[in-house]
């Protein structure tokens, strides 16, 4: 079992910055694959990243566009994601989870966190 907590999400302005934090609790972090979605209001969830446990198997979304990077730390059990350059496109939740195999779809990730809003105001 593992259980995942999101931090980092607020309001920012168009053309800004931020870092999402996700804590991961339970055995071998260093195991899973590691991912965030996004879900903007309306919209079916959707892949950002995913990055594999020993940080060489990366994947980004077309809409991230080189802005924004994934990494991880398997000694703290975290995983981030900074965002740069963001619009108000990025609108959303932003969700932490893991999995047992590299994926892009919700399906293949058994843990999930509570999500982190990101509002990008024009």
């Known amino acids: 079992q593992v259980k995942l907590i999101e931090s980092g999400g607020r309001l920012v302005q168009t053309g800004g910055s931020l870092r999402l934090s996700c804590i991961a609790s339970?055995?071998?972090?260093?195991?899973?694959?590691m991912a965030w979605f996004r879900q903007a209001p309306g919209k079916e969830r959707e892949i950002v990243s995913f990055?594999?446990?020993?940080?060489?198997?990366?994947f980004y979304a077309r809409f991230v566009k080189r802005r924004f990077t994934i990494a991880r730390d398997n000694d703290k059990s975290a995983m981030y994601l900074q965002m740069n350059s963001l619009n108000p496109e990025d609108t959303a939740v932003y969700y932490c989870?893991?999995?047992?195999?590299?994926?892009?779809?919700?399906?293949?990730?058994?843990?999930w966190g509570q999500g982190t809003q990101v509002t990008v105001s024009s």
């Open positions: 989870a893991a999995g047992p195999n590299e994926g892009v779809f919700v399906k293949d990730f058994s843990y």
């Open positions: 339970g055995p071998s972090f260093g195991n899973y694959v």
């Open positions: 990055i594999n446990g020993n940080s060489e198997s990366i």
